[in-house]
């Protein structure tokens, strides 16, 4: 396995609103940090611990769907349930990684919208995000 990069930056464009996003691991020991920047902005932080089972089920993806990662707000809108989707979804990115480790999340929580309100592009902004976090892994 390859050792780590400190610090990685993907920047890619979102086309379906043309926002530019950038994604930035760095990576400790002990801890990751993913900064992903919309258009400049971040306002939402969340606390991603990788539980037991994702520590001793890492870079195995078949057990992917039940991997205990419950993300907790640190700051923004507790109640925004797509941030705590996509909190908990890069959280099995990172723990399918191979390299698996507390994670520090910080996203532009505008783009996504409200929490209580739907979009149909609200599932093709996830895997967006999940495919650009992959390329912080290069997975």
Known sequence: MESPQFSKTVVSKY???????????IEFDDKVIINIK???AMDSTFDV???????????????ESDLGIEPVVLVGDSGNTKLQIVA????????????PKNTILSVGSRW????????????TKLLFVLENVKKLYSI
């Open 49 to 63: 611990p990788m539980s037991n089972k994702a520590l001793m089920a890492a870079g195995d993806s078949r057990v």
């Open 112 to 123: 996504f919208g409200k929490g209580d309100e739907s979009s149909e592009d609200d599932f």
């Open 15 to 25: 086309e379906g609103d043309n926002v530019e996003v950038e994604f930035h691991k």
């Open 88 to 99: 908990t979804q890069v959280g099995k990115v990172v723990a399918t990684s191979g390299r």
């Open 38 to 40: 919309i258009d400049g």
